[in-house]
């Protein structure tokens, strides 16, 4: 914008500087127009673009620095600069703290008010571009950090899709867990972005069984005791394979996968925590995977309907599962249900 094109404002009571004040912008090629007091200036400023406002301090009726604070307010990007008598240096210096840009005193000669009015529309331009060059920066991060979140959540998907070709169960089992994990986390109080990381984590609880042999893996019958030890593996290959990342997502599939196994008594495997001592992630992955297993068909086994399943289960309140964390499983059964049906296999 040709700079000579910025409108100014000018407020003052007595026409005689108001008169002084036009002269001089208007010799010096600026847009300008005049209010005898604050009330018609506001009356301007609702329905014209004003670049920059001169203000008399002492005015009848509303004063300059309730103008002042009243622009500002409704018109941050009005740079403004006050006019002031002799004697009201103290105020003039008020107003630059309140955010006037300057101040000239009665009398003045144009050239003080010229170099005035071109410093406070510079710094207004200056301001204008740092706020629309913040503004610009922050939505640039903003898309960024949305598309790193993408890839990471595809890389994540993909790694638990490997996991699941290796695995009798499906990849809807790794979805709900998902969702079946961030619901029972919201509702034992844990903050939404934790909540929101356990869902991208409890995908990856059984990643381990990348490391388990096919001969147990695939086995349609009963494992023997051997077999049953050698599977047991997969929770710490799981976590070796995630703990060394320095994602918030990796390191919580990491713990979900060594502890997704530990029994709240303290004889799950595979170190045996108890209560507490096994991560609130571990305690909530537990009881979301043996209910999807429970409810879910496998080629050794039927699908059990989920009001049995929850019959089951209720003999691990407090031994298999932390009993908080199981009443509130129980209390919103439906919601997780609902989960169940909606990603069926
Ligand atoms: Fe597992
Ligand atoms: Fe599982």
Redesign the pocket.
Known sequence: MDPKQQSILIVDDESQVRGVIGAIVNMEGYLYSMAEDAETALEILAVQEVDLLISDINMKGMTGMELLRLVLNRYPDIAVIMVTGIDDRETAIETLHMGAYGYVTKPFQANELIINIANALRRRQLEIENRRHRENLESLVEERTRELHKSRDESIHILSKAAEFRDN?TAK?TIR?GHYTERLAFLSGLPEALCQNLKHAAPL??VGKIGISDSILLKPGKLTVEEFEAMKAHCEIGYRILAESTSDVLSLGAEIALTHHEKFAGNGYPRGLAGENIPISGRIAAIC?VF??LTSERVYKKAIPPEEALIIMNEGRGTHFDPRLYDLFVDHFPTFVQIRTKFAD
């Open positions: 169960e089992h867990m609880h059984d995977d999807d297993a």
